[in-house]
T-cell receptor, first 114, second 115 residues
């Protein structure tokens, strides 16, 4: 089944404890992206990647890191999480850039930072 | 600046009635795409419908249609014969070349279908 898989789905952590949210897609998509969703703000892009070894900042990159060493994987790293990073996180991928190429989303990862 | 506005934070609609969810956009790019996604309470993001700026006809997908009014810069989602399962958050998004093909999202509309 074509899908984007995120792990963990739920995580409660404490301020300053490094964590990684993994994202993997099995559709051979070039493009991958991370979003965070907060009430009343819609989805805001954190980082995106057009292809392997090519990453760019989105609208809210502060406090996050990413890497794209392989086409299928795009992990999101929080080096020193803070409570304002408590959010619902989505990884998404698509093939190509233009037209009706639709983003396929992972199921989401709900992160709470105490 | 590129922007998507969804002016209805929440809506209540009677089951079986048609629903229109508003979306207005702002861009100076002549080439853009408009998307609608549904997010049920379970949290996943489900693609509903797409409209390209050069498409001559309004997009339709089953019970979903997109009322695309280019001059007014609006891309309203119409759901015909609403069902209880349509209760969800609905997001409008726009992709433009100027933003390096990234999606710009609206804040969403929470739709509740009443039995």
């Amino acid at each position: 089944e074509a899908q984007v898989t995120q792990n963990p789905r739920y995580l409660i952590t404490v301020t300053g404890k490094k964590l990684t949210v993994t994202c993997s897609q099995n559709m051979n998509h070039e493009y991958m992206s991370w979003y965070r969703q907060d009430p009343g703000l819609g989805l805001r892009q954190i980082y995106y990647s057009m292809n392997v070894e090519a990453t760019d900042k989105g609208d809210v990159p502060e406090g996050y890191k990413v890497s794209r060493k392989e086409k299928r994987n795009f992990p999101l790293i929080l080096e020193s999480p803070s409570p304002n990073q408590t959010s619902l996180y989505f990884c998404a991928s698509r093939t190509g850039l233009d037209g009706a190429n639709v983003l396929t989303f992972g199921a989401g990862s709900r992160l709470t930072v105490l | 600046a590129q922007k998507i506005t969804q002016t209805q934070p929440g809506m209540f609609v009677q089951e079986k009635e048609a629903v229109t969810l508003d979306c207005t956009y702002d861009t100076s790019d002549p080439s853009y795409g408009l998307f609608w996604y549904k997010q049920p309470s379970s949290g996943e993001m489900i693609f509903l419908i797409y409209q390209g700026s050069y498409d001559q006809q309004n997009a339709t997908e089953g019970r979903y249609s997109l009322n695309f009014q280019k001059a007014r810069k609006s891309a309203n989602l119409v759901i015909s014969a609403s069902q209880l399962g349509d209760s969800a958050m609905y997001f409008c998004a726009m992709r433009v070349v100027d933003s390096n093909y990234q999606l710009i999202w609206g804040a969403g509309t929470k739709l509740i279908i009443k039995p």
